[in-house]
């Protein structure tokens, strides 16, 4: 739990200057006209991932990061490194720098994770699962979606999943919320039921 609230507090303030930063104006002092960039906001977020990823596929390089034997110069060396070769946004460079000066990298992942709920919130996007016990036709998931984007009056971006264990029915899960009315549910209920003789 502590971990989690790190995390957050770190992804809130990184997301707090990427708004600073997508706010301020853009005239002569920023030079001559280049294509157009992934505002600040997402491509922090798209770097985040992107290091996340890195050393979430590679186990040692996280436990070194983990590991208190080795000093937060070192660490920064290492992720230096490894930074190089993903050309990342100055500020995700200097912010790596500080999770690295204050023993908080191994927590990359989960604020690369909170970092992308924040911007789902701020582009208006939920995202979701939903788990049946068969496959559905490309046609029933797009009505699915429609109905349940209409419904929650956002943009859904909806996973869909088989899972035979649940019987029949469906699992709906859209954002920290679980909808379970898969038969293996109700059959449960109904066996708890029983049990206490009601």
């Known amino acids: 739990m502590t971990e989690n609230i790190i995390a957050r507090r770190y992804a809130k303030a990184l997301f707090s200057l990427g708004a600073k930063i997508d706010g301020e104006p853009k005239g002569k002092a920023r030079g001559k006209k280049k294509a157009p960039e992934e505002p600040p906001r997402e491509k922090f977020g798209t770097d985040l991932n992107t290091l996340a990823e890195t050393l979430e596929a590679s186990p040692e390089l996280l436990r070194v990061m983990a590991n208190p034997i080795f000093s937060a110069e070192e660490k ?8 190089e070769k993903l050309s990342p946004h100055p500020m995700i460079v200097n912010f790596v720098g500080l999770l690295a000066d204050k023993g908080r ?19 208006g996007i939920v995202r979701g699962e939903l788990v049946t016990a068969l496959a559905l036709s490309k046609a029933k998931q797009t009505a699915i979606k429609k109905k349940l984007e209409k419904q929650l009056a956002k943009t859904l971006m909806l996973d869909f999943d088989v899972n035979e264990d649940i019987l029949g029915g469906v699992v709906l899960k859209v954002g920290d919320k679980v909808l379970d009315a898969s038969l293996r549910a109700q059959l449960q209920m109904l066996k708890e039921k029983i049990k206490r003789g009601e």
């Open 76 to 83: 920064r060396a290492v992720l230096g490194k490894v930074m």
């Open 105 to 123: 990298l191994v927590y990359l992942p989960e604020i690369a994770a909170y970092y992308g709920v924040l911007l789902d919130a701020d582009k």
